[in-house]
């Protein structure tokens, strides 16, 4: 297989940054994380510097419009270190006061001096990884935070940062339907203004896998949780968390900018171990080894260990899918059959008005959107409006 490197012409305006130290391992996690593991964290800091102004060398970057700080935990960032990230970024004047700056917090792992550096750096958005209100539950789960962590958090940031943002896991075992509307009920009245509602996924080779497989753990029923998703919808839509994204709610002029850039087809560059990268044309995966990814980081050599040259049929069906988790952008019917035959475009005129006519998309300024009825079967319709182009 080519290893392809990342086309440092195109106009990148988005970073994402990996951080992948843990405190602990939740046992429902897929992602690259290092638990147990925090006395890498000053050489891994240098691989990552060094792998960011590597490629800073190789390229006119211009003022990024977002950058986000992801993991494992960013929260447990040595401040000295996270400085250090600042400084190398600030060199190449990267960062403006309008570049919507996010840090994934996980609650328990923040102290007051902590939010005051992040509010000195520039950091304006906090991701803060809520996911339910059953401590016990999330014990169970080896995720290791109190609600008095989540509200003492909820209470400091809300001072210093005026967009914050919380995740919810809906579908999590011995959660109850009225359990979970309580904690629908209760966060609208925090100090937020975003929230992130994803669906419980069993990923190969956790330990939530392991225990579902061998029936120590029962998931709720599927019809159920997605009643309560719609329910979710309607409940945070009274209190102006709107939907703009399957799993994204946020108030007006609250919408995450980064994960739009993903929505949106548009390029962004990750550093860092295992971080995923897309040019607009390839798809760029960093090696996933620590040890062989700070050899080659401080080499200067290719970290991709998977690249991936998208077909133009495969661009087109990503974009009809992306583009139809945006509930409030939705897909251009004109980009849907641009090149289809005349008789292809009076089948896909019949068929998107007999989705309007059953409630499942809506027509409005030339784009489809989908209804919160349409959600249900939305990879049904992603395939079929594929067919038509």
Same mark, same amino acid.
């Given at each position: 297989?080519?290893?392809? $490197?990342?086309?440092?012409?195109?106009?990148?305006?988005?970073?994402?940054?990996?951080?992948?130290?843990?405190?602990? @391992?939740?046992?429902?996690?897929?992602?690259?994380?290092?638990? %147990?593991?925090?006395?890498?964290?000053?050489?891994?800091?240098?691989?990552?510097?060094?792998?960011?102004?590597?490629?800073?060398? $190789?390229?006119?970057?211009?003022?990024?419009?977002?950058?986000?700080?992801? %993991?494992?935990?960013?929260? *447990?960032?040595?401040? !000295?270190?996270?400085?250090? *990230?600042?400084?190398?970024?600030?060199?190449? @004047?990267?960062?403006? *006061?309008?570049? !919507?700056?996010?840090?994934?917090?996980?609650?328990?792992? /923040?102290?007051?001096?902590?939010?005051?550096?992040?509010?000195?750096?520039?950091?304006? @958005?906090?991701?803060?990884?809520?996911?339910?209100?059953?401590?016990?539950?999330?014990?169970?789960?080896?995720?290791?935070?109190?609600? &008095?962590?989540?509200?003492?958090?909820?209470?400091?940031?809300?001072?210093?940062? #005026?967009?914050?943002?919380?995740?919810?896991?809906?579908?999590?075992?011995?959660?109850?339907?009225?359990?979970?509307?309580?904690?629908?009920?209760?966060?609208?009245?925090?100090?937020?203004?975003?929230?992130?509602?994803?669906?419980?996924?069993? +990923?190969?080779?956790?330990?939530?896998?392991?225990?579902?497989?061998?029936?120590?753990? /029962?998931?709720? =029923?599927?019809?159920?949780?997605?009643?309560?998703?719609?329910?979710?919808?309607?409940?945070?839509?009274? &209190?102006?968390?709107?939907?703009?994204?399957?799993?994204? &709610? #946020?108030?007006?002029?609250?919408?995450?900018? +980064? =994960?739009?850039?993903?929505?949106?087809?548009?390029?962004?560059?990750?550093?860092?171990? %295992?971080?995923?990268? &897309?040019?607009?044309?390839?798809?760029?995966?960093?090696?996933?080894?620590?040890?062989?990814?700070?050899?080659?980081?401080?080499?200067?050599?290719?970290?991709?260990?998977?690249?991936? !040259?998208?077909?133009?049929?495969?661009?087109?069906?990503?974009?009809?899918?992306?583009?139809? @988790?945006?509930?409030?952008? %939705?897909? $251009?019917?004109?980009?849907?059959?641009?090149?289809? $035959?005349?008789?292809?475009?009076?089948?896909?005129?019949?068929?998107? #008005?007999?989705?309007?006519?059953?409630?499942?998309? =809506?027509?409005?300024?030339?784009?489809?959107?989908?209804?919160?009825?349409?959600?249900? /079967?939305?990879?049904?319709?992603?395939?079929?409006?594929?067919?038509?182009?």
């Amino acid at each position: 297989m080519k290893i392809l $490197s990342y086309d440092t012409s195109v106009d990148t305006r988005s970073f994402y940054i990996h951080w992948p130290f843990c405190p602990y @391992r939740c046992h429902f996690c897929p992602f690259i994380a290092l638990a %147990g593991q925090d006395e890498f964290m000053q050489d891994y800091h240098k691989a990552l510097t060094n792998e960011i102004k590597y490629y800073l060398s $190789s390229c006119q970057q211009k003022t990024l419009e977002t950058l986000y700080f992801g %993991g494992g935990t960013p929260s *447990t960032y040595p401040k !000295e270190l996270l400085l250090d *990230t600042f400084d190398t970024l600030r060199k190449d @004047r990267l960062i403006s *006061t309008e570049t !919507e700056v996010t840090i994934e917090v996980n609650p328990g792992t /923040v102290d007051d001096e902590k939010l005051l550096l992040w509010k000195e750096l520039g950091i304006n @958005r906090l991701s803060i990884g809520v996911q339910s209100l059953n401590s016990e539950v999330l014990k169970r789960l080896n995720r290791h935070q109190s609600n &008095f962590d989540v509200l003492s958090l909820l209470d400091k940031a809300s001072k210093l940062f #005026a967009n914050v943002s919380i995740d919810l896991i809906l579908g999590l075992p011995s959660i109850s339907n009225i359990e979970w509307q309580e904690i629908i009920k209760t966060i609208v009245q925090w100090p937020i203004k975003h929230v992130s509602t994803y669906f419980l996924t069993v +990923h190969e080779n956790t330990r939530l896998y392991f225990g579902v497989k061998n029936r120590q753990i /029962v998931l709720p =029923n599927e019809d159920e949780i997605v009643d309560l998703y719609l329910w979710t919808i309607d409940y945070l839509r009274r &209190f102006g968390l709107l939907q703009y994204e399957t799993s994204s &709610f #946020a108030k007006e002029g609250f919408e995450c900018k +980064h =994960n739009q850039v993903y929505w949106s087809y548009k390029p962004y560059k990750a550093f860092g171990l %295992g971080a995923c990268s &897309f040019d607009g044309k390839v798809r760029y995966q960093n090696e996933k080894n620590l040890m062989q990814y700070l050899q080659k980081s401080l080499s200067n050599e290719n970290l991709s260990i998977f690249t991936e !040259e998208l077909t133009p049929e495969q661009i087109h069906l990503e974009k009809i899918m992306l583009g139809m @988790r945006q509930m409030n952008k %939705g897909v $251009s019917i004109n980009e849907l059959v641009f090149n289809a $035959s005349e008789e292809k475009k009076e089948q896909f005129l019949s068929y998107i #008005a007999l989705l309007n006519n059953r409630g499942i998309i =809506n027509i409005k300024n030339g784009n489809i959107f989908l209804t919160t009825r349409g959600l249900s /079967v939305e990879n049904e319709i992603v395939v079929n409006l594929s067919n038509f182009s």
